[in-house]
């Protein structure tokens, strides 16, 4: 047993082992083990901490805070509780939804709220009141929108695709015949991104309706193998001038064993 003595322990606290024990059962019958140490908390106020035998809190222990009322023998119980050890097994430490959530977790119905802080989006478009202006920018130009992508939004998303199975390092694009940029099937973003992305249009393409980047590749390229075109068949040419006799039954044969002058045998057929 160990005792801490930092703060000058109650030695009517410290002899309560019993008292904190019984506190300690009413909890847990059963599941109290051996007292493990006292600690002095303060002037009159001792915890003694008892070794948890239930199976399922192996090194867990029993903490009973005793204490009692100045110039009075007459010891209390504050608190009990159950307190996790050096060697507890305990669980991951708590995150908040947005720092759980991984690409992929969301579902069908499933609603994602975006901070308002987000560093990824900055404030789109702001009408300046000009009629004619923000008509140009809003329905022609394609703006409007009360957030577009950030600098920071770019080149995380620029990071990810281009680090990603969609990317020039990808198993299928280092096996490819040609980059995504010569194919006839890759369609350009729009903005800066096009510089280096676009879009499959190949169905047969593993790629197909996915960004990839314009040094990935496949075995889908348009260019990959051309097959020639079917020449056109030249019909054919029957001369109806002039006929050919086809002789379909031979009347002469060399010498052989059978004479025709003799009456065949019979071979038994009926």
Same mark, same amino acid.
């Given at each position: 047993?160990?005792?801490?003595?930092?703060?000058?322990?109650?030695?009517?606290?410290?002899?309560?082992? @019993?008292?904190?024990?019984?506190?300690?059962?009413? /909890?847990?019958?059963?599941? $109290?083990?051996?007292? #493990? *140490?006292? +600690?002095?908390?303060?002037?009159?106020?001792?915890?003694?901490?008892?070794?948890?035998?239930?199976?399922?809190?192996?090194?867990?222990?029993?903490?009973?805070?005793?204490?009692?009322?100045?110039?009075?023998?007459?010891?209390?119980?504050?608190?009990?509780?159950?307190?996790?050890?050096?060697?507890?097994?305990?669980?991951?430490?708590?995150?908040?939804?947005?720092?759980?959530?991984?690409?992929?977790?969301?579902?069908?119905?499933?609603?994602?709220?975006?901070?308002?802080?987000?560093?990824?989006?900055?404030?789109?478009?702001?009408?300046?009141?000009?009629?004619?202006? @923000?008509?140009?920018?809003?329905?022609?130009?394609? /703006?409007?929108?009360?957030? $577009?992508?950030?600098? #920071? *939004?770019? +080149?995380?998303?620029?990071?990810?695709?281009?680090?990603?199975?969609?990317?020039?390092?990808?198993?299928?694009?280092?096996?490819?015949?040609?980059?995504?940029?010569?194919?006839?099937?890759?369609?350009?973003?729009?903005?800066?991104?096009?510089?280096?992305?676009?879009?499959?249009?190949?169905?047969?393409?593993?790629?197909?309706?996915?960004?990839?980047?314009?040094?990935?590749?496949?075995?889908?390229?348009?260019e990959a193998v051309v097959v020639p075109a079917t020449g056109e068949l030249t019909p054919p040419v029957v001369d109806e001038n002039r006929y050919d006799v086809i002789v379909l039954r031979p009347v002469d044969?060399?010498?052989?064993?059978?004479?025709?002058?003799?009456?065949?045998?019979?071979?038994?057929?009926?």
């Open positions: 047993m160990s005792t801490t003595t930092a703060t000058r322990a109650d030695s009517a606290l410290l002899a309560a082992v @019993d008292v904190a024990r019984d506190a300690a059962e009413s /909890l847990a019958p059963g599941q $109290v083990g051996e007292l #493990v *140490g006292s +600690t002095a908390d303060g002037e009159r106020l001792v915890t003694h901490f008892f070794e948890c035998l239930d199976p399922a809190y192996r090194g867990w222990r029993w903490a009973v805070t005793v204490t009692r009322v100045p110039r009075s023998r007459v010891v209390t119980v504050c608190e009990s509780v159950l307190l996790p050890g050096d060697q507890s097994m305990l669980a991951p430490a708590w995150l908040p939804w947005s720092e759980r959530l991984k690409p992929g977790d969301l579902g069908v119905g499933d609603l994602l709220p975006t901070r308002e802080d987000d560093d990824r989006l900055e404030q789109g478009y702001t009408g300046t009141g000009d009629e004619d202006e @923000d008509r140009v920018a809003i329905w022609e130009l394609g /703006l409007g929108r009360p957030r $577009v992508l950030s600098a #920071v *939004g770019r +080149t995380d998303a620029s990071d990810r695709w281009y680090s990603g199975d969609q990317g020039p390092q990808a198993a299928i694009a280092e096996a490819a015949p040609a980059f995504c940029a010569s194919c006839g099937f890759f369609l350009l973003l729009s903005g800066s991104m096009r510089q280096v992305f676009g879009v499959c249009a190949n169905e047969y393409s593993p790629s197909d309706g996915k960004v990839v980047s314009v040094d990935h590749g496949c075995g889908a390229h348009s044969h060399s010498p052989g064993s059978v004479d025709d002058q003799e009456p065949g045998e019979d071979l038994g057929h009926s």
